[in-house]
Every structure is written in structure tokens, then in C-alpha cells.
């Protein structure tokens, strides 16, 4: 059998593994152990692998990170950021039509400055903004809809976990990630803005206007917001700055590591001094990071057993090989890789999709012209491969923002929730376009942050 035959096979096993509700960590973790066997011969080798591998997996410096910005996105949802960001988007954009719903997009986004979280962010703010939303008369569909679409804003906006999985794996640059992301983040929170205000005036009775709040209040609570500016900005500034004026060009103030450290340690500060975080509270931010750590750890060894197993084969290096000797335009593959993130986005979760595939189909596009440096393809195809997977938390049937939102909302039949959803996947489709068809949206700030 060849290579590529046999890592198709196994390849589709792995998947009706994960479809009869297997772990993806025992799935594909299965899947590069026994795929090993097979093509040695012996079991030795995997077994080897076993007592090495995950050494070398987990002293990678940069994967601290990981579980740092979880835990600065579990202890912000217990610190109340949520609620200021909600009630100074609310007092600037309310009197709009529709203007609670684009407040909860705007809130979304800043809390996403500060979780990485789309679920957490969908949670946190469902419970923030959707009774508002309710006693003001907005349709069940628009409430749901739009806090479910602006939760997937925890993943694009950095700090991201998931860009911090997709960059080690695919050797890239952390801080350039993070940069590369930041005007994608803002096209999304702007185009589902645009999409309540077109929703609105489609249907006048889902939503409603409220009193317009004098400048005095709103400043007033846009200075309430100032925690999130300052961890955001010292957290993101801090990596990507030049603090020394008087060299250009000088070291920036914290690596990815300290500057995950900074901001979990600022979050976690705030809430002791302003009493809204007690040890209980503490204690229950730093298991559930533990459990999300050990859950992500877990699934990333069960990638590099896979990663393994491919290297064995040469599958991706053949099949780049292939799609290059056939000819095919860069933007059709790109285009059916893209549609196989939305079809797997329908029945699995954005990391299990980014881990499953990057090993494929990275490989693939690095060979293939798209005009720009490797390094260039790299982080542009992973800002688009994480839009399309955050599509896939609002795409039914097992959009998880939607059972999130279900959750918090339990008298709302989820069937309206997903009419209410549909408008906002359109703008993401929209937008992956925009970012195809110009890829210096995505890296344009890349170059003149990082260079």
C-alpha cells in the first residue's frame, strides 16, 4: 500500500473514531501509534515514541503560554470586565436601532481582548446582555443569534489560544500571529455590527431604540472600562512595542510568555483589590485552567503521534507533489480546504480541527503560489483556516456557541437561535472572501508592527 493510501486510510478511521465520540486525543493519538506499527513493522518504535515524545512536546517553552491565558480568561469572567464593557457599548450605541444588539458585539470583542475564549465569551456575555436584550424587546432569534456569532470573537482577537497552537505547530512567529490577527478580529466585529443594522430594518419589530444617554454618563462608564484597555494594551503593547525610543529597533518589553504572565497576573490583582475575586474564586479559576490545560496538552500529543505517523508515510510532501504536478490554481485548493473546515466545523470542535488538519494541509499550501513568502502563506492561511473554524461554532447542527447560548437561554428553542445565526455566518463568508482575494488586510499590519 502506499503512503498516501495508507494515511487515507487511517485518516478516515480516525474520523469514525471521533464520530463514534471517542476522544480526539485517543483518536488521533490512536491513530499515529498504530499507523506506526503498521508501517515498521513492529511496535517497538511507537512505544518508544511514548517515553520521548511527550518530553519533547511539553518542554517547548512556548506552550506556557497556554494555560497563562487561560487562566486570564477564567479569572476575567469572575472579575465583572464583562458587564463594564457591556453597559459603555450599551450607552453609546443604544439609542440606536439595534444598537444593545451591536453593544453586545462591541462588548464581545473587548472581553475577547482579554478571555481568548469564544465559548467563555459567549457564556459570559449571554448572561450579561441577553436579559437586557429581552426586557427591551428584541426578538429571541436577534438576542441569541448575535451573542453567539460575537463569542466567536474570543478566538480571533488576540491573545488567541488556538493561533498559539496553530504557530508552534506550523513554526511560526507568536507575536506575528497575534499582529496578523487584530484587523480580521476587526472586520468580523464590524461586519456583524453592519449585519444587525441591515437585520433591523429587514425586520423593524426585532429590535428597539432607547433613550439616548448624555456624554457626562457615557464617559462616565467608558472609564470603567479602563482595566480591560490597560491589561489589553500593556499585554499586546508590551510584545509588539518598541519601548526604547531611543534605538529603533530595540527588544520589546515582554516575550509571549511574560506577557501572558503580566496579564493573568493584572487580572487576577484587579479583582482582589476591587473584591470582585475571593480565594474561593481564585481556586476554581486556576482548576477549571488545569482541566482546559490538560485537555488541549492531551489532544496536542495525540497530534504529534499523528504528525508522526504522516512523516513515516510522506503523505503531505506526495500529496503536495501531486497537487503541484496537476496544476490546480492555488485558490481552488485553498477554496476546498476552506470548505472542508466549514463541513468539519458541523460536527467538531475549532482545536480538534486546526491539530487534525495543519499537518495536511499546511504542507500543501506552502508549495503552492500564492504571490508571497512562506512565512507570509503560513500566517495567512492560518488566520483564514481559524475564521473558517470559528464559523464552525455557529454553523448547526453542533455549532458549540449555540448550545452555549441554548444554555443560558433555556426557554428559547435553539431552532430560533440558529435562524437568528444565519445572517451573521453570511458576514463571515463575506468576509473570508475580502481576505482571500487580499491577503494584505491580514498582513499589512504584520509588517509595519513586526516587520
Known amino acids: 500500500m502506499s503512503g498516501i493510501a495508507l494515511a487515507l486510510v487511517v485518516f478516515l478511521l480516525m474520523l469514525v473514531a471521533v464520530f463514534l465520540r471517542i476522544p480526539i486525543a485517543a483518536a488521533m493519538g490512536g491513530a ?97 446582555a441577553l436579559p437586557e436584550m429581552r426586557k427591551r424587546g428584541y426578538s ?72 439616548r444617554v448624555p456624554w457626562a454618563e457615557r464617559l462616565r462608564t467608558f472609564g470603567s472600562t479602563w482595566p480591560v484597555i490597560a491589561i489589553f494594551g500593556l499585554t499586546m503593547g508590551g510584545i509588539v512595542g518598541d519601548w526604547n525610543w531611543s534605538k529603533p529597533g530595540a527588544q520589546a518589553l515582554f516575550t509571549p510568555n511574560e506577557a501572558a504572565a503580566f496579564g493573568a497576573t493584572a487580572t487576577a490583582l484587579y479583582g482582589l483589590f476591587m473584591g470582585r475575586l475571593d480565594w474561593r474564586g481564585f481556586g476554581d479559576a486556576l482548576l477549571e485552567t488545569a482541566k482546559a490545560t490538560g485537555m488541549i496538552f492531551l489532544i496536542l500529543l495525540g497530534a504529534e503521534f499523528f504528525k508522526g505517523f504522516l512523516a513515516l508515510t510522506r503523505a503531505p510532501d506526495l500529496m503536495a507533489t501531486w497537487v503541484t504536478g496537476q496544476g490546480f490554481e492555488p485558490l481552488i485548493v485553498l477554496s476546498l480546504m476552506l470548505l472542508a473546515y466549514l463541513l468539519f466545523g458541523c460536527v467538531m470542535d475549532s482545536l480538534s480541527m486546526i491539530l487534525l488538519t495543519i499537518p495536511i494541509f499546511l504542507p500543501i499550501i506552502e508549495v503552492l503560489d500564492f504571490g508571497m513568502t512562506p512565512e507570509e502563506t503560513a500566517i495567512w492561511f492560518g ?69
Open 140 to 211: 429571541d432569534s436577534l438576542s441569541t443569534g448575535v451573542l453567539a456569532a460575537g463569542g466567536t470573537l474570543g478566538i480571533l482577537i488576540p491573545p488567541s489560544v488556538i493561533l498559539v497552537i496553530y504557530a508552534i505547530m506550523a513554526e511560526q512567529n507568536i507575536v506575528k500571529m497575534f499582529v496578523a490577527a487584530l484587523v480580521p478580529g476587526l472586520l468580523a466585529a464590524a461586519g456583524y455590527m453592519v449585519t444587525v443594522a441591515i437585520y433591523v430594518r429587514v425586520r423593524p419589530g426585532a429590535a428597539t431604540a432607547a433613550d
Open 32 to 128: 499515529g501509534f498504530f499507523g506506526t506499527w503498521y508501517v515498521l513493522g513492529s511496535p517497538a518504535a511507537p512505544m518508544a515514541q511514548l517515553k520521548t515524545l511527550s518530553y519533547e512536546t511539553f518542554s517547548n517553552q512556548g506552550l506556557a503560554i497556554v494555560p497563562l491565558f487561560i487562566l486570564m480568561g477564567q479569572i476575567a469572567t469572575r472579575t465583572g470586565m464583562s458587564a463594564a464593557l457591556f453597559r459603555a457599548a450599551s450607552d453609546f450605541l443604544g439609542h440606536r436601532k439595534g444598537g444593545v444588539a451591536m453593544a453586545s458585539v462591541g462588548a464581545c470583542a473587548g472581553f475577547g481582548a482579554i478571555c481568548g475564549s469564544s465559548l467563555a465569551t459567549a457564556s459570559t456575555m449571554g448572561q450579561v
Open 383 to 451: 488566520i483564514l483556516a481559524l475564521i473558517v473554524v470559528e464559523v464552525g461554532l455557529i454553523t448547526p447542527p453542533v455549532g458549540m456557541n449555540l448550545f452555549i447560548i441554548n444554555g443560558v437561554a433555556r426557554d428559547i428553542p435553539i431552532g430560533r437561535t440558529y435562524a437568528g445565526v444565519a445572517p451573521f455566518v453570511l458576514s463571515d463568508l463575506v468576509r473570508v472572501v475580502l481576505l482571500v482575494a487580499f491577503p494584505s488586510l491580514t498582513l499589512w499590519l504584520v509588517g509595519v508592527a513586526v516587520g
